[in-house]
């Protein structure tokens, strides 16, 4: 079995090139890099204070001298949105960096170890036999409401998907004659997966936290709205949603335009997501 | 079959008794003490220890677990702090308008996502094919609140078509369906767009296998090669990966009962740990997992029946 045109490996000279062609990936790219970019400078570039409240211009529509209006206190819509973005990227974020650190970890040992592959893939199958909102509504209920709440929710939530993948990956190249060889150099089990394994299975893991991120964000987004996350005064996407429900019918905007920031968010995550898996692995794309 | 059957029964029994476990344990982590809360303000110390005694409370940790499996087996799962009612009483209420919304959100979404997947493998690669899986991807990244609260500005507030606060009833009533038309439309919409991907690619595998190109050959017309031969053999993966999206179903279940009033489980859960009612976020959080336990068994059994190889490698 020759080892070279394998399906899981490194980006391959080219892939860039079909990442820029594809206009949604291009878009999309440019559109998640430039809310990283507004969230880590949220202090600099929101317009006003997002906590601030305006008594007299409360419900103001958007447009006028506050650009996407104001909620019901009076609040600049705008500014709470680009700290909602830095809240919610934050919770995404360190729930995928967690969660799918662990699930990584399990999935390199139940890869690499035969033995305990069944055992901990069973484990696994036992985590993801249950939703995610349910590891939510449970965290909520012992720990209280709130953001760490969530973040803890969301990477249980992570840790069996990230196990499957890694491991799926892992085995693939664990077949390879260049694993054999390190092997036969008297290579440690850890320096053979840290040099030979992970490097090689970096592009499923990467296609995959692509994808999770933007559900790890529909999913808090919506823990948020019912409650369960951020709480008030904190400005997070969701959790503004839910408080401009109040005003629906008086003032739209202020719940559909932090939807709106969500479903953009998560959006540009899924395009990005199903370009890098289509540029990737070429096989997938029929 | 029948020892694949208890095999997979096997293995979902110690899933659940870990969920009870879990349970269990999380009555131990919370603040509050149930003898206090059952006992009222005004009842003395020796009011409250009688109460200890009579739940139970001050046998070791063991015990009482015993204790809570029996009551469990009895369908007792306490009472409610915030309004005295049986835990099991509001639960039992609850559960047919869950089911029934998930319903609703079923019967429209999975036949309407298999027959965008179908048309977009059948075209696979022309402009129908990209504009149903743009909207797909569109549609799993929309969060279920936000067409559910657009639904109810426009459908139900601006031009007043169709009820959006609670149930109206029971199904085979006209206000019954008219109230689940919005929570059923807000549900489903976020399904199609999986069912649809999943059915893509379902279907495309399936076009291209040999008795597809056999029943071309026969000079069976496209319409019965793609429905009778394409179509018939990809459902059974779509089939049980829908089964295995029911969780996603539920997260979405508890935001629209939410948004809409809909006096379903979902909600119940929620209002149950915001108002720090533990007995009854215990026992919602206990159901729902039971009947995750339950909902992915019957769906492994199913697929077992559907496809002979599941059950015999």
Redesign the interface.
């Given at each position: 079995m020759s080892g070279l045109n394998q399906p899981v490996s490194l980006p391959r000279p080219g892939t860039w090139r079909m990442l820029v062609r594809d206009p949604g990936a291009g878009l999309s790219a440019g559109f998640v890099g430039l809310m990283l970019l507004a969230a880590l400078l949220a202090p600099w570039i929101a317009p006003r204070d997002p906590f601030a409240t305006d008594l007299m211009a409360i419900m103001q529509p958007p447009g006028g001298e506050y650009l996407w209006g104001t909620d019901g206190q009076g609040r600049d819509i705008l500014s709470r949105c680009i700290y909602g973005l830095q809240v919610t990227l934050f919770m995404g974020l360190v729930s995928l960096i967690v969660g799918g650190g662990l699930g990584a970890a399990v999935g390199f040992a139940a890869a690499f170890y035969r033995r305990l592959d069944g055992l901990l893939m069973?484990l696994m199958d036992?985590l993801l036999?249950?939703?995610?909102?349910?590891f939510g509504?449970?965290l909520?209920?012992?720990f209280?409401?709130g953001l760490t709440s969530v973040i803890i929710a969301l990477s249980i939530a992570t840790v069996p998907l990230m196990a499957r993948i890694v491991r799926g990956a892992a085995l693939v190249v664990m077949g390879q004659d260049y694993i054999e060889a390190a092997r036969a150099t008297g290579m440690s089990d850890a320096r053979l997966v840290w040099r030979h394994v992970a490097p090689n299975c970096l592009s499923p893991i990467f296609v995959f936290s692509t994808l999770r991120l933007?559900q790890v964000i529909?999913?808090g987004?919506?823990l948020s709205?019912?409650?369960?996350g951020a709480q008030a005064p904190t400005a997070e996407l969701?959790a503004m949603?839910?408080q401009g429900?109040n005003f629906?019918?008086i003032a739209?905007h202020i719940?559909?335009i932090p939807?709106?920031a969500?479903?953009a968010v998560?959006?540009a995550f899924?395009?990005l997501g199903?370009a890098l898996r289509d540029a990737l692995d070429p096989r997938l794309r029929? | 079959m029948g020892r694949y059957a208890l095999q997979r029964i096997a293995l979902a029994a110690p899933v659940l008794l870990g969920v009870l476990l879990i349970g269990f344990l999380l009555m131990q982590v919370v603040p509050t003490d149930p003898a206090t809360v059952r006992a009222g303000p005004q009842a003395t110390a020796e009011v409250v220890a009688a109460i200890r005694t009579e739940l139970g409370l001050d046998a070791p940790i063991w015990r009482q677990f015993l204790l809570y499996m029996s009551r469990l087996a009895q369908g007792d799962l306490g009472v409610s702090i915030i309004n005295n009612v049986p835990v099991t009483q509001e639960l039992s209420a609850t559960m047919g308008p869950t089911l029934e919304l998930m319903a609703a959100a079923l019967v429209w979404s999975i036949p309407l996502g298999i027959f965008l997947g179908t048309l977009a493998a059948y075209w696979r690669g022309s402009w129908l094919d990209r504009i149903i899986m743009a909207v797909s991807v569109a549609g799993v990244s929309l969060p279920v609140f936000f067409l559910g609260l657009v639904l109810i500005w426009i459908v139900g507030f601006q031009y007043q078509l169709l009820p959006f606060t609670g149930r109206g009833g029971p199904l085979w009533t006209l206000d019954g369906i008219l109230a689940v038309i919005l929570p059923a439309l807000t549900l489903g919409g976020v399904f199609v767009g999986p069912v649809a991907r999943m059915t893509r690619t379902a279907v495309v595998d399936s076009l291209t296998a040999d008795h597809v190109r056999t029943a071309r050959a026969k000079g069976l017309s496209e319409y019965r090669v793609v429905l009778r031969h394409a179509l018939r053999n990809a459902l059974i993966p779509v089939v049980t990966l829908i089964g295995l999206q029911i969780g996603f179903l539920l997260g979405g279940a508890v935001v629209t009962e939410t948004i809409f009033s809909w006096p379903g489980v979902g909600r119940l859960a929620v209002g149950a740990i915001l108002s720090a009612d533990f007995p009854m976020a215990q026992g919602t959080i206990i159901v729902l997992s039971a009947g995750f336990i339950v909902i992915n068994l019957v769906v492994d059994l199913l697929y077992a029946v559907l496809d002979p190889r599941v059950r015999l490698s």
């Open positions: 069973r036992i036999s249950f939703p995610a909102i349910l509504l449970a909520a209920a012992i209280g409401p933007g529909l999913l987004s919506a709205f019912l409650g369960l969701g949603a839910a429900r629906l019918f739209p719940s559909v939807s709106i969500i479903f998560v959006l899924n395009v199903d029929l | -």
